[in-house]
């Protein structure tokens, strides 16, 4: 699994447990903002009845004579104040949550303006700092840079398997790490992905050398053509010449050895005994070259 895919479970994880710990508590306030308000409506409804029964029961008392006109102004006026004062208190209290339903949303449009913030937040926060291209961009400055380990590298490359130079890379971690069969792979892949690396002359002779290290007939033969095109691409890389030599001798190309030996040897002082053991070497690869009716047919760079 990428570390894209990984983020994206990880930042939808985050977006669930914030709206899951976040919607029960919105939906239980708007529950119990529905229940006070039923209970305020119920208790206004009594009281304005109790009131009106104390009205009713005033205007018989006037009308037996029990109280003075006098009497019943003042017992009058102190109902109306009254349910002045109880109207006020049920929908007018500034302490009361009822009171503050006039500017409020209810439980569940609440909920709504919240998950959609936190999501709004969520991604707006991913997209700047999270976005796949910039984590991908910091992988390959990182793996550009040598500050990637080999596991890195090959995370990296699963990701991006285009990335021609990251397999490079990997290949020489690879034979850093003398693991000479995953550093060739690393290199065909990296030649194969992109046609730059695939003609670059120094990715040749490290793949090259590092099939003559793995050795057998099958690595010979696709290190030689390898070589030719390292001596080509970087004419006076005795190094690459060195490398053909080596790689036309075990293919029996004689007539390679023999030019590439000679070119070898023109940079090395006559006077010393490797260069009079390269002379023997070269006499008698001439003479090979010289017998060999068919030359082996070369395989493609």
């Not at 205007?59 to 009497?71: I, N, R």
């Not at 000679?262 to 001439?286: A, C």
């Amino acid at each position: 699994m990428s570390d894209e895919i990984l983020l994206y479970l990880i930042l939808l994880l985050m977006l669930v447990l914030a709206v899951g710990a976040l919607v029960p508590s919105l939906l239980r306030v708007g529950r119990e903002e529905a229940s006070v308000e039923r209970e305020d409506k119920a208790y206004g409804s009594a009281v304005t009845e109790a009131l009106r029964r104390q009205r009713a029961q005033l205007d018989e008392d006037l009308k037996s004579g029990a109280v003075s006109a006098e009497q019943y102004e003042i017992l009058a006026d102190d109902l109306r104040r009254r349910a002045l004062e109880e109207h006020d208190a049920v929908f007018h209290d500034p302490n009361d949550g009822a009171g503050r339903r006039a500017g409020s949303f209810s439980g569940p449009v609440v909920t709504a303006a919240v998950v959609a913030g936190v999501t709004a937040v969520s991604v707006g926060l991913y997209a700047v700092n999270g976005a796949p291209e910039l984590i991908g961009l910091e992988k390959a400055q990182a793996v550009y840079d040598g500050r990637a380990d080999t596991p890195s590298i090959e995370r990296y490359l699963e990701s991006s398997p285009k990335d021609g130079r990251a397999w490079v890379l990997l290949a020489r971690r690879h034979v850093d790490e003398e693991n000479f069969p995953k550093a060739a792979e690393a290199y065909r892949r990296g030649r194969a992905a992109n046609a730059k690396v695939k003609a670059d002359p120094a990715v040749m002779l490290e793949l090259a050398a590092t099939l003559l290290t793995i050795g057998g007939p099958d690595s010979m033969r696709e290190a030689q053509p390898l070589a030719q095109g390292a001596v080509e691409g970087r004419p006076g890389d005795m190094k690459a010449v060195e490398i053909l030599t080596v790689a036309a001798s075990a293919n029996e190309d004689w007539r390679t050895a023999a030019e590439s030996l000679s070119l070898l040897m023109s940079t090395m002082n006559p006077d010393t005994p490797e260069y009079v053991q390269y002379e023997m070497t070269l006499k008698r690869l001439r003479e090979l070259a010289a017998s060999q009716k068919t030359p082996l047919p070369s395989t493609s760079r």
